[in-house]
């Protein structure tokens, strides 16, 4: 790596304008450097504003504020020294994988032969030669993407932006695939690659520095500089040892300007944006943690791999027992409380008993819902009185989940019912 500035983001702020309500801010105030000859990743759970600060690095979206620069020159548009591999593939279904390949020099009035010759040089470097005339309804998950580094190879990019884009496939086929695009990077005229993940092992296998992504709004909670050399096998013990690392980061608060980390413990209100998992989910997970736990110190890794959940689907749970009281997580390990013990060790009855009280007490969404529904006249509410109420602090999509996700608490904690075909809560028949 050398000291050459690639990209340079500064103060980027993203903002959401919603009519009648607050802006929501997906983004706000990143700052990072990216310099010459750097693998950089950008890890956080969906939702954190990873893919659109990409899109903003990309000249795809414009920020509310702050201002990002290539090679010291202002983005204000797609750059052409910046091609990007999306998550979805993005391939036009009607073009053959070589058409596909060819589209964006076509767009740039590359002329036809010269379009086809690199186009068929990218595709024999990324080892889909044989394939050119197929569709993209013929090929594997692992094939479409591959079109899709393609077509971003075939631009000649300086820098390679990725969003996500092993997420979708199998787990061999993405470590195939990573392995062949860190192979494609040596080889290349490429001065650097940035991605999104959500994937711990992947951010640590292939970059040289992961910048971590806390939420609402979304923002670089910490930073780590890996030193190894490649390649990297996820068994070695440097590789471990990472991954423990950047789990202590995601866990730990940040003193630093005052950010907090991914499990910030902020103040809850009604807008409090509730973790998307389920009851069962949570329940389940302090079940393991309970058995992990007679055997000693549970840290993170080890419950993640036993448990088989990623950031994506690990961290909500965890958050939803860190909000409920049931669970401490910090510095990379987690301890049940001794709210959790009694929960875990009650019997059914009990339990829901235990985790009402615990409902109404951490989630005023919840305490708010049972009030409102025993002033009802048949102690009877739409779910759309609710939804507006949320629609006050999130996105119509965002209320909807938030609100679905109280739902499920709240069903299993039998403190209201809930009828799918009406859209009614109601505290009949809950008991």
């Known amino acids: 790596m050398n000291e050459n500035v690639l990209i340079d983001v500064q103060h980027i702020t993203k903002q959401f304008i919603r009519p009648g309500a607050q802006p929501l801010a997906v983004i706000e105030n990143v700052c990072f450097k990216m310099f010459e000859g750097e693998i950089v990743a950008l890890l956080g759970k969906t939702g954190s504003g990873k893919s659109t600060l990409l899109r903003i690095i990309s000249g795809l979206t414009a920020p509310t504020s702050g201002k990002v620069t290539y090679r010291n020159k202002p983005v204000l548009g797609p750059v052409p020294g910046i091609s990007m591999v999306f998550q979805s593939f993005a391939l036009m279904p009607w073009l053959t994988v070589l058409e596909n390949v060819e589209l964006g020099m076509e767009a740039l009035g590359i002329s036809r032969a010269l379009r086809r010759e690199r186009a068929l040089h990218a595709i024999d470097i990324i080892g889909m030669d044989g394939f050119e005339s197929a569709y993209p309804k013929e090929l594997s998950g692992g094939m479409r993407q591959r079109v899709g580094v393609a077509r971003a190879l075939v631009m000649k990019p300086d820098l390679l932006v990725m969003d996500e884009p092993?997420?979708?496939?199998?787990?061999?086929?993405?470590?195939?695939?990573?392995?062949?695009?860190?192979?494609?990077?040596?080889?290349?005229?490429?001065?650097?690659?940035?991605?999104?993940?959500?994937?711990?092992?992947?951010?640590?296998?292939?970059?040289?520095?992961?910048?971590?992504?806390g939420s609402n709004p979304g923002s670089i909670v910490g930073e780590l500089a890996i030193n190894l050399k490649h390649?990297?096998?996820?068994?070695?013990?440097?590789?471990?040892?990472?991954?423990?690392?950047?789990?202590?980061?995601?866990?730990?608060?940040?003193?630093?300007?005052?950010?907090?980390?991914?499990?910030?413990?902020?103040?809850?209100?009604?807008?409090?944006q509730l973790p998307d998992t389920q009851a069962g989910q949570f329940i389940g997970l302090l079940e393991e943690i309970g058995e992990r736990q007679d055997k000693g110190t549970v840290d993170l890794p080890g419950l993640a791999d036993s448990v088989r959940l990623d950031v994506n689907d690990l961290f909500p749970v965890l958050e939803a027992l860190s909000v409920l009281g049931l669970a401490k997580i910090s510095e990379g390990l987690v301890t049940m409380t001794p709210k959790g013990h009694l929960l875990l060790e009650a019997d059914i009855t009990e339990k829901k008993i235990i985790f009402a009280e615990i409902l109404l007490d951490s989630i005023p969404l919840a305490k708010h819902i049972v009030e409102t529904l025993n002033q009802a006249e048949d102690n009877s509410v739409s779910e759309e009185v609710f939804l507006e109420v949320l629609e006050d602090y999130f996105s119509k999509q965002e209320a909807d989940r938030v609100l679905t996700t109280m739902i499920d608490w709240g069903r299993y904690a039998e403190l209201f019912a809930y009828d799918y075909n009406t859209g009614m809560l109601s505290l009949e028949d809950v008991n």
Do not use: C
């Not at 086929?173 to 991605?195: C, Q």
């Open 231 to 272: 390649p990297r096998e996820g068994q070695d013990q440097g590789v471990q040892d990472l991954i423990y690392e950047v789990y202590r980061l995601m866990t730990s608060v940040q003193s630093e300007g005052g950010a907090k980390a991914h499990l910030k413990k902020n103040r809850i209100g009604m807008d409090y």
């Open 166 to 213: 092993f997420s979708s496939l199998d787990v061999l086929t993405a470590e195939t695939l990573r392995s062949d695009v860190l192979e494609l990077w040596r080889e290349s005229h490429m001065k650097g690659i940035l991605f999104v993940t959500h994937n711990i092992e992947e951010a640590v296998l292939m970059a040289d520095r992961i910048f971590i992504f």
